[in-house]
Each structure stands twice: as C-alpha cells, then as structure tokens.
C-alpha cells in the first residue's frame, strides 16, 4: 500500500505542481516532497496545510483539555521513538475516544520533532476548536485527531525468545515450540493474506472514498488554491473530472439509507438533496440530479468542475460527484441550516434571522460574489443568485451554491450573449432577460434583489404593486421616493435594526437594481459600501423594468399603493367619430 501510493505521489505530483522546484504533496498514506535545497536537517514550518471537521464536538472545554494532554504525550513518544511516529487513543466521556497520531520526518533529531509537534499543537485551537477532527500538515511533521480509529493497528511480536536449558526433555520441548512457532507463523500469514485481500477488495469499491478523501481535504484543495493563484498551481486547462473525487454509488446509497425520504432535506432546482453519512462518519449533502430536472450531463460537468477549483469560506464545497447507472449526483459539506429561503420565508422561523444576523449573511454573500468576480484567475458569472441558493452553517455563514448555470469569463471578458436565457425570473437583470447579455453586473442586480428579501422577510415574486406583479425592487423605490424606505423591513427586525443602517442597506439594494448596467456598483464598491458608515453613496435610479401581470382582485395585493382603486363604471357611451 505504501508503494503504490508513493508511486501515485510520483506520477501525479509533476502534473499538480509542474516546473516547481519546491512541491510537498500529501496523501492519506502517504507524502511526498522535493525541493532544490537540502531540507532533511532543518525544520520548515512556513509548507503547511491545515484542515478541520465540519462537525463539532458537545463539550469543547473538556475535549480541548483531553486533546491537547494527548497530543503532548504523543509528541514526547514520536521524538524519542527511532521512527519519529506514535498513536494513540484516549477516552472522553466514557462513551467515545479520540485518536490521534503524530509523526516528524525520520531524519529530524529528537529535539527538533519535539519542537515542530510542540508548534502544531499551539494551533490547535485556531484550527479546529471543537471540531471532531482536524490535520495540521507541515513540511517536517504532521498530527492528526480523529473519533473513530483511522489509522492500522500495529502488530508487534516478541523480537527474541530465550533458549530452553538443556535439561533432559529439551529436543521435546524445542520441537513443540517449532511447531508452535510455525503454525502461529503460518496463521499469521493467512490472517495477514486474508485482511490483504478484503482491503484490496474494498479498495475497488471504496478507493475513490477513502483513498481520495484526503485528496478533497488536500489534493483537490491544493489544485484548487494553486489553480486561483498560489504558488503551486496548475493550467486552467488541466482541470478535468479526473482529478475530482469519485464516489461509488453504493456507498452513496448506503449514506442516504437508499435515497429515502426520510434522509431527504429538500428540492432543488433540478433534484431533490439528501443527508448522508459516509463510512468514515462525515455527514453531507447529496444532490440528485434527475433525468428530467434540466440539468444536462454539460452543466452537471460546469458545476462541478467549478466548485472543486473554487475555494473560499463563502462558497459551497464539494466533496465528491457520482456517475453510475444514470445517476448524476453531487455531495456537498453539509449545511445544518439549511438554506436562506427555508428561514427567511418561513413565519415560524424567520424570527431566528435577527438584524445582525441578516447583514452577516448580506455581507457573506458580497464577499463569495467578489471572489468569483475579481479574486479567482477566471471571472465567474453564477447567472442564478437567489435565496434557495445560498446555504446557512452551523454559525449561520452563508455559503453560495450551485454553480450549474454558471458562466466562465477568461481574460479582458466583461460582458457575454447568449440565445438560451436561464435563471429564475425575479432574479434577472433586465438586459439578460429580455435581450441575453450578461455580465458581472447580472449578478450585481441579482444580489440586490436579494438584499431587499433579506431586508424585508418577502419573496420578490410576492410582491404586488397597483394590481400588477411588479418585484420587490419597484415597491422599494416607490417607498424611497416618498422618504418612506424604512416601512420595507421586515417587522421582524423594525423595532431591533438600526435606521440609519437599514436605510444605507436598502439605498445600496437599490443602487444595485438600477435599469442601466453600467449605474450599478460592483460586487467590491459595494462590499466598501456595506462596511463603511462614512463612504457617500450616490442617489439610485430607477430600478429595472420588471414585467408583470394584472391582478384584478384587490384583496390579493399585498403592501398595495394608497391610490389603487377599482374601476365601477359599467356603462361606456359609444358615439361615432
């Protein structure tokens, strides 16, 4: 196993890291590292990668304690130990065990593997504070702490057997312990033969899960930062399915108790998403892409040949993709919250979104689009920004999804045209709607549209205005002209929100749906914007036109114009001209 993963290591790094002279790749069983300089003397603390659980862990103090105390004996053992290596298991709470396991570059002295574990442990807290597990890979030594056993038992057998005094049965008792010795020998063998050939077996069903797994947490991430500009990256044009992930879809059934729909945590767009549970204990999120949900075998490879090569703390991440017996699916990082559309909209939960936490959201979101806009090589367009699309964790960070529309702008790119308009009306610019042009300022007008639902608790697609269906955009700026903007919010946070912040939010909301593309701000001003309580903003136009449609009965409107009324006049005259 050693082998074949070192000899993977070989193959591959070359294409991950190509013309570098300085690379380190990391596996589940393996590492490999070169540089043009001699490393093996020296510790490196600066070649680090560092990778925490999305779960956490119900008594964080104790277990942090518990951690630590583990850790500093493992790190004393590794340093004293020839091999520079040492696990170790320690109860928690009596029901549960953590294991860890420590291991320093075999040719680092004694007190130099002390002090590059001793320096790990430090940031221990900063990495992973009461997440169930966590990797701190560095160029000279790495630790890892898990709650279930991922590491292989060692088996020792005793290195020397004293011989028997010669007494008088010694030739007996020499050859029972011969024979002895060799049906233990041989037993061992074939436990050994037997335990080979059932991992080997597993491998081909579970390789792409548990062999790759570490290459989500450090292959794939590692093509995904260096492909966005680091230091060891690939060409964009490298980029394929075969460096993704694969996982079989029989553990994939298996997680999902068979797609049931117990398991199931809601419809998207093009398929339902269910919850699972992978045989190593990490939960997720599986997408299932119907044969009929219109999503294509193109936009299934768009999506998730994106969102593997993206990575920030605003977007989704994946873990992995399926293709087997007709079944397209996409297992995400799990998001406890669900999505932003469940909470907002929903009168029974809404009260959760609080005002500070709607600008947190409001503010994660213009981050994550100002990463795909101008921070990543590639200007990205998502196309189809809206709340079902922006997923919540367990500290309510929200996270942009699904990337199946998105579009690629390479270069000086701004701005596209396309004859197949997709997307969810509401959410549309006007230009893309009526005419197919779209640009970074699509999603700019997209993201303002959501600002105004995250402000006022409503579905843009809700709102109606002098019997029309006229968007949320338009009732806002009939508001903001009549110095009355402050009524939008959602009566949920009216009384706790700040007025003078809930006015610049809903002025930036509508600076962004402005009619003319080229008024909007962009994703980065508009970030400054929210951050700032000084910056002038400049006074919005008219937003996008929005077609809708006649609603003859009044008592369907909802926040409708003063001067609606109703036309009684029955009778018409009819004279000729």
């Known amino acids: 196993m050693c082998k074949k993963c070192i000899d993977r290591c070989t193959r591959e790094i070359s294409t991950l890291c190509p013309r570098r002279r300085v690379a380190s790749a990391w596996y589940d069983k393996c590492r490999l590292r070169y540089s043009d300089h001699n490393f093996s003397s020296t510790v490196d603390y600066s070649n680090k990668y560092v990778s925490g659980s999305n779960e956490y862990i119900t008594d964080p103090d104790r277990f942090y304690m518990k951690l630590v105390q583990m850790m500093n004996e493992l790190a004393s053992a590794a340093a004293s130990d020839p091999s520079r290596f040492a696990t170790k298991a320690v109860d928690v709470n009596g029901t549960s065990k953590i294991f860890g396991l420590v291991q320093c570059t075999p040719t680092l002295s004694r007190g130099n593997c002390y002090r590059c574990l001793q320096q790990q442990i430090s940031e221990l807290r900063v990495c992973c504070d009461g997440k169930v597990g966590g990797r701190i890979l560095g160029g000279d030594c790495n630790l890892r702490h898990e709650l279930y056993q991922f590491y292989d038992s060692r088996r020792t057998l005793p290195s020397t057997i004293s011989a028997p005094s010669r007494t008088k049965g010694w030739r007996i008792k020499a050859t029972i312990l011969a024979v002895t010795i060799s049906l233990l020998t041989a037993f061992a063998i074939i436990c050994m033969l037997g335990y080979a050939l059932y991992w080997w077996k597993r491998l081909g069903k579970e390789k792409k899960l548990k062999s790759t797994l570490f290459s989500v947490d450090d292959t794939v991430s590692t093509i995904s930062r260096n492909d966005l500009g680091s230091a060891n990256g690939i060409a964009d044009n490298q980029a394929n399915s075969s460096e993704l992930p694969v996982i079989d879809l029989q553990i994939i059934q298996t997680a999902t108790n068979n797609f049931s729909d117990a398991n199931k945590l809601g419809q998207g767009g093009f398929g339902p998403v269910y919850k699972g549970t992978l045989p190593d204990g990490k939960i997720v999120a599986v997408k299932r892409l119907g044969r009929n949900s219109g999503q294509g075998m193109e936009e299934f490879k768009n999506e998730v040949k994106l969102i593997v090569k993206l990575q920030h703390r605003n977007l989704v991440r994946l873990w992995g993709c399926c293709l087997e017996k007709d079944e397209k699916l996409l297992v995400y990082e799990y998001m406890p919250n669900t999505s932003l559309d469940a909470l907002l909209f929903d009168p029974a939960k809404r009260g959760e979104l609080g005002w500070q936490r709607r600008l947190h959201i409001i503010n994660g979101i213009a981050r994550g689009l100002v990463y795909l806009h101008e921070d990543s090589r590639l200007r990205i367009i998502h196309r189809d920004l809206k709340a079902s699309n922006v997923l919540l964790d367990h500290e309510m960070n929200a996270k942009i999804s699904d990337f199946g529309l998105a579009r690629i702008f390479g270069g000086d790119e701004t701005e596209a045209n396309t004859s197949r308009v997709v997307g969810t009306y509401g959410y549309m610019a ?44 338009t009732l806002a700026w009939s508001l903001w002209s009549e110095d009355r903007g402050l009524e939008l919010l959602d009566p949920v946070i009216a009384e706790s929100c700040s007025p003078v912040e809930a006015s610049r939010c809903i002025h930036i909301g509508l600076l962004c749906v402005q009619e003319d593309p080229a008024d909007r701000p962009t994703m980065s001003t508009v970030v400054l914007m929210l ?40 009778i018409s005259d009819v004279e000729p001209r």
Not at 433 to 451: C, E, R, T
Not at 559 to 564: C, D, I, M, P, T
């Open 531 to 570: 951050g700032s309580e000084t910056m002038s903003l400049p006074n919005p136009r008219q937003p996008g036109f929005c077609a809708g449609k006649v609603i003859p009965e009044p008592h369907r409107l909802s926040w409708a114009s003063a001067a609606y009324s109703v036309n009684e006049v029955t």
């Open 430 to 473: 006007p230009e893309y709607a009526m005419a197919g042009l779209f640009s970074v300022k699509s999603d700019v007008y997209s993201f303002g549209v959501l600002l105004l639902e995250i402000l006022s608790g409503k579905r843009t697609s809700s709102c109606y205005f002098s019997g029309h269906l006229s968007g949320l955009h």
